[in-house]
Each structure stands twice: as structure tokens, then as C-alpha cells.
């Protein structure tokens, strides 16, 4: 066990639907980061937070979008969603924003149908 | 653009043999390399990491050569073990940022 939480464990919607999933980091950790993992693209990176500030983006859609809270949990939003954005979503968690280890969560098995 | 290319795709070993993964990447500010192993229905976990400034590192039957001059760094897996049996993804990352870009992925088989 990492000591990331991520909710809910699987969600199934239809396309043009919207979704939050829902990420707790590591206790201490400040920073989040959020990654895509589909079959043909492997681990995408998305998006990092660190205490509340968007650090770095990756290769999110403009149809994404996250939020780190001041109780450190971060949210991904999901809208218009689309068959191509079914995935599993993880979080992952870090102390600082320099290198070093990321603490994946289980992630979250997004279906779009 | 994939920044880390990770090869090969699957690889199947049997039961005490090594298993040897490969990376190369292509931006030379990445300064933080580590490998992760993803068991099915979990997040990946790291195993085991290299900076440059070290041409090897291991950790038990885990070994990352790092070739800084080729760009490109491997994982040995010595007397391998059904338990291996994973998808192992090497990484990379800036020092100053930590925002990781990862490899494929490999889906390695231990055969008993």
C-alpha cells in the first residue's frame, strides 16, 4: 500500500459526460501528479500540483482539468468525454517538486461508453 | 514525441534467467532515472533508481547500467523468478521538476 488513495475504483459513463476523480496523497506529500494509462500510449503524465499551484502540464486535453485543494487532495475533471478517453487515471504523490520517488495510488478505471 | 523509448515490448524468461530491459532517451537534462514494476490492477511501485553520476547501480538482484554518453540505461534482473513476473516501465525526469515521462513498458514472464 503506497499511502495514495484514489475514488472511485471504476466508473463506467456515456460520451459527453463529465467525471471527477478523486486523488489523496501520501501524508506530508505536497505534490501531485496525474497520468493517463491506456493500452496504445502507455503512462502519459498529465498535470503536477505542488501545495495548491499548478507546477507543469503534460499532454492534458483542454476537455481536462485539475485542482489541488489546500487539504492537499486533488481533483481530475473529465468532460465531453469521448470512447478514446477510456484509460485507467492514477495519481501519484510526491514530498517536494525535485526528483525523486512518486508514490503511485491504485488509480481509476474510467469506461467510456 | 516519446521522450523515452523502452524496448522490448514483452520478453519471456524462464525460471533463473536474466532478464535485461532497455531504455535510451533523448533529452540530456533528464538527470533522474528510475524503474517501476506495475503488478495487474496496481499502481506502479519504484524499484529501483539511477542518477548520472554512476555508471551502476544494484539493489539484490536488481542492476540499472547507465550509459551516459549513449543515452541509454537497462535493467538486468538476475535469477529471475515467477514473482518478476510483471510490466516493468523505465523513466526519466528532470532534477528540477520531477515530472516524469515514461517508457512503454515491458511485460516480462517468468516461466517456472
Known amino acids: 500500500d503506497s499511502g495514495v488513495t484514489q475514488t472511485p475504483k471504476h466508473l463506467i459513463t456515456a460520451t459527453g459526460q463529465r467525471v471527477t476523480l478523486r486523488c489523496s496523497p501520501r501524508?506530508?506529500?505536497?505534490?501531485v501528479y496525474w497520468y493517463q494509462q491506456s493500452l496504445d500510449q502507455g503512462l502519459q503524465f498529465l498535470i503536477h500540483?505542488?501545495?495548491?499551484?499548478?507546477?507543469a502540464k503534460g499532454n492534458i486535453l483542454e476537455r481536462f482539468s485539475a485542482q489541488q485543494f489546500p487539504d492537499l487532495h486533488s481533483e481530475l475533471n473529465l468532460s465531453s468525454l469521448e470512447l478514446g478517453d477510456s484509460a485507467l487515471y492514477f495519481c501519484?504523490?510526491?514530498?517536494?517538486?525535485?526528483?525523486?520517488?512518486?508514490?503511485f495510488g491504485p488509480g481509476t478505471r474510467l469506461t467510456v461508453l | 514525441q516519446q521522450q523515452v523509448k523502452q524496448s522490448p515490448q514483452s520478453l519471456i524468461v524462464q525460471k533463473g534467467g536474466i532478464s535485461i530491459i532497455n531504455c535510451a532517451y533523448e533529452?540530456?537534462?533528464?538527470?533522474?532515472f528510475p524503474w517501476y514494476q506495475q503488478f495487474p490492477g496496481k499502481g506502479p511501485a519504484l524499484l529501483i533508481a539511477?542518477?548520472?553520476?554512476?555508471s551502476e547501480k544494484k539493489e539484490g538482484r536488481f542492476t540499472i547500467s547507465f550509459n551516459k554518453s549513449a543515452k541509454q540505461f537497462s535493467l538486468h534482473i538476475m535469477d529471475s523468478q515467477p514473482g518478476d513476473s510483471a510490466t516493468y516501465f523505465c523513466?526519466?525526469?528532470?532534477?528540477?521538476?520531477?515530472?516524469?515521462?515514461f517508457g512503454a513498458g515491458t511485460r516480462l514472464t517468468v516461466k517456472p
Open positions: 501524508s506530508g506529500d505536497l505534490s
Open positions: 501519484a504523490s510526491s514530498v517536494g517538486t525535485i526528483g525523486g520517488e512518486q508514490f
Open positions: 533529452n540530456t537534462a533528464f538527470d533522474y
Open positions: 523513466a526519466a525526469s528532470k532534477n528540477n521538476n520531477n515530472d516524469m515521462r
Open positions: 500540483y505542488y501545495n495548491g499551484e499548478e507546477r
Open positions: 539511477i542518477r548520472p553520476d554512476v
